[in-house]
C-alpha cells in the first residue's frame, strides 16, 4: 500500500480533476470536491492576478460551508495548479496568495523546485509534481516533492511518450508514495486500472471539459462527445512543449495536422501568448472516446463511480 498524506486519504472515488489551462474554474473546481474527488485549477487561469485571491476565497468559503451543512460527507480538498518554469514571472506573486489560503495540495508543473516544495509544506500543503518519465520523477522526490503524477502516453495537453505499465512500475521500483497516473482515463473501469497497475488515483482531464461547469465553448464541448483517439494530434508547435491536441481545431486554424512543424522548446511561454495558443487549439487526450454527452460534473463523477464499482465487482474485490 501507498503512504498517503492525510489530505489524500479519504476520498469517496480516487481520482484527481487535472487543472485545465482556460477551462478550470472555480465552479468547476467546488462542484468535483462536492462529488467527492479532488477539484484542481491553474493559478494563471485567474487573470488579472489579482483574480486569484477571489477565486480562492469563493472555493474555500463554499466548501467549508458545504462542509458545515454536510459534516457526513464532506467535500474532497481542492489543488491549484502551478508552472514553475522561469517564464512564469507570477509565480511569486500567486504562491503568496496560495500561503494566505493554505491550498491543501498545489500540483508543480515544468520543473522541480526545493524552494516552491518547503513554501507549500510551511502551511502544511501536499506537493505532486508531474512528471513524463523515471529520471524528472526521481529529481521530484529529492527536490522534496510529497507525490507524483505520472503523465503518461495519451494524456491531454502536455504529455509523454511512455506506456503507463513502463512509468508505474520503474517508478515504484523505488517511491512508496501518492501516484496518480494521467494518460486517457476518462472511465470507472481505467481508474480501477490504474489502481491495478500500482497508481494510488486516476488522474481526468479531457472528460471534464464536456462538462456544463467547464469554461470552454460548446464546440469544444461537442468536438469531445464527437472525436475519439483518432482525432488527437502530438506536437510541441503550440506552446514549446509536446501535448495532445484535438484535430479539428487545428484543421480549424488553418493548419493541416498530419504536417505541423516544430517548435523551438527555448520560447516556451505559459503567460499571455499561450493563452492564446490555448484558446484556438484544443488540449486533449486519447480518451475521448469514452465521452458520449455533455452533463454536468456531478452526473461525470456519479458514472465514473458507477463504473468503477461494477469494475470491482466484476473482479471480485
Known amino acids: 500500500m501507498s503512504k498517503l498524506p492525510p489530505v489524500l486519504q479519504n476520498l469517496s472515488l480516487p481520482v484527481i480533476g487535472s487543472p485545465l489551462f482556460i477551462i478550470s474554474n472555480p465552479k468547476l473546481v467546488i462542484e468535483q470536491c462536492k462529488a467527492g474527488v479532488v477539484g484542481s485549477m491553474p493559478a494563471l487561469n485567474a487573470r488579472p492576478a489579482e483574480l486569484l485571491d477571489e477565486w480562492l476565497a469563493e472555493i474555500t468559503e463554499t466548501l467549508a460551508a458545504y462542509n458545515k451543512a454536510n459534516p457526513d460527507k464532506p467535500a474532497a480538498p481542492f489543488a491549484i495548479n502551478q508552472i514553475v518554469h522561469k517564464s512564469n514571472d507570477r509565480l511569486e506573486h500567486d504562491m503568496q496568495v496560495c500561503a494566505k489560503y493554505k491550498v491543501p495540495i498545489i ?14 509544506h510551511a502551511w502544511g500543503g501536499v506537493v505532486l509534481h508531474d512528471i513524463i518519465n523515471n529520471k524528472f520523477a526521481h529529481k521530484a522526490i529529492e527536490k522534496g516533492a510529497d507525490g507524483l503524477i505520472a503523465v503518461a502516453a495519451g494524456a491531454g495537453g502536455h504529455a509523454g511518450v511512455k506506456s503507463p505499465f513502463a512509468l508505474i512500475q520503474e517508478i515504484r521500483q523505488w517511491f512508496d508514495g501518492p501516484i496518480a497516473l494521467s494518460g486517457s482515463i476518462a472511465s470507472g473501469d481505467a481508474v480501477l486500472a490504474a489502481q491495478a497497475m500500482g497508481a494510488d488515483f486516476g488522474y481526468i482531464g479531457s472528460a471534464f471539459i464536456a462538462t456544463h461547469e467547464a469554461r470552454a465553448s460548446d464546440d469544444y464541448k461537442q468536438a469531445i462527445v464527437a472525436g475519439s483517439s483518432d482525432d488527437i494530434v502530438y506536437s510541441n508547435l503550440f506552446t514549446g512543449v509536446h501535448g495532445n491536441y484535438l484535430a479539428p481545431s487545428i484543421r ?66
Request: charged share 25%; hydrophobic share 40%.
Open 107 to 120: 500540483i508543480t508543473s515544468l520543473g522541480a523546485r526545493e524552494d516552491v516544495n518547503q513554501a507549500v
Open 252 to 317: 480549424a486554424a488553418g493548419m493541416d495536422p498530419d504536417n505541423l512543424p516544430e517548435s523551438d522548446p527555448s520560447k516556451m511561454n505559459f503567460g499571455g501568448d499561450a493563452k492564446k495558443a490555448w484558446k484556438d487549439i484544443w488540449g486533449c487526450g486519447q480518451g475521448i472516446g469514452a465521452v458520449n454527452a455533455v452533463t454536468s460534473t456531478a452526473e461525470l463523477v456519479a458514472k465514473l463511480r458507477t463504473e468503477y464499482e461494477a469494475a470491482r465487482a466484476r473482479l471480485k474485490l
